[in-house]
């Protein structure tokens, strides 16, 4: 079956640094992807990795190895607006995004 | 603008009964998509249209049905509702396959009782 595994909450200080892990087994891959939730709110884009390596877009990161079938967000100067569910998705075979659960983050004064 | 529009965002009803949440995008996408998203937050593909034509048909129950008008608009009809219905619906789109530039509505707290 295809499963996506992340934490299911974490906590952690405004200003600091955050990673939040995610790990995969699918049915193929074309692609893993990083979404932001907040509370009763639609799911935002973040980042999409296809090749292992490092993608940084300001305070925001994400990390991919295909081979281990592994990513992760990396949040640095946290802010409390960071506080969210984030959400990884993986694109199968078939093009079809398969979700995680998400993480719900909690940014702390 | 809003890009992708749906409509109700709350809905309250009981068992039984037929009810529809509408989607419409003002983007230009050709390919549409209905989420579910449950208590758990796991959200999990139900549908997706491309140009008006059902691509993807995940299984759900035959009481839901999509319907797509046009390649803006992508409604969903639930018959007999029950309380597993209960869960927050987002409509989402995107161009071809290109599901990093999906765009998602706001979504549609279902409850059911």
């Known amino acids: 079956g295809q499963n996506i595994d992340q934490p299911t909450e974490m906590t952690a200080t405004e200003g600091a640094i955050v990673q939040i892990n995610c790990t995969y087994q699918?049915?193929?891959?074309?692609?893993l992807f990083w979404y932001q939730q907040h509370a009763g709110e639609a799911p935002t884009f973040l980042s999409y990795n296809v090749l292992d390596g490092l993608e940084e877009k300001g305070r925001f990161s994400s990390f991919l190895s295909r081979s281990k079938g592994y990513s992760y967000l990396l949040l640095k100067e946290l802010q409390m607006k960071d506080s969210a569910s984030y959400l990884c998705a993986v694109l199968d075979s078939n093009y079809q995004l398969i979700w995680g659960a998400g993480t719900k983050l909690i940014i702390k004064p | 603008d809003t890009a992708v529009s749906q409509t109700p965002k709350y809905l309250v009803t009981q068992m039984g009964n037929d009810k529809s949440i509408k989607c419409e995008q003002n983007?230009?996408?050709?390919?549409m998509y209905w989420y579910k998203q449950d208590s758990k937050k796991f959200l999990k593909i139900m549908f997706s249209?491309?140009?008006?034509?059902?691509?993807i048909n995940e299984t759900v129950p035959n009481r839901f049905s999509p319907k797509s008008p046009d390649k803006a608009h992508l409604n969903l009809h639930i018959n007999s509702l029950e309380l597993g219905d209960s869960a927050v619906y987002f409509c989402?789109?995107?161009?071809?396959?290109?599901?990093?530039?999906?765009?998602f509505g706001q979504g549609t707290r279902l409850t059911v009782v």
């Open positions: 249209y491309n140009n008006k034509e059902l691509i």
């Open positions: 699918t049915s193929g891959f074309n692609g």
């Open positions: 983007l230009g996408h050709d390919t």
């Open positions: 989402a789109s995107s161009q071809g396959q290109d599901v990093a530039q999906a765009f």
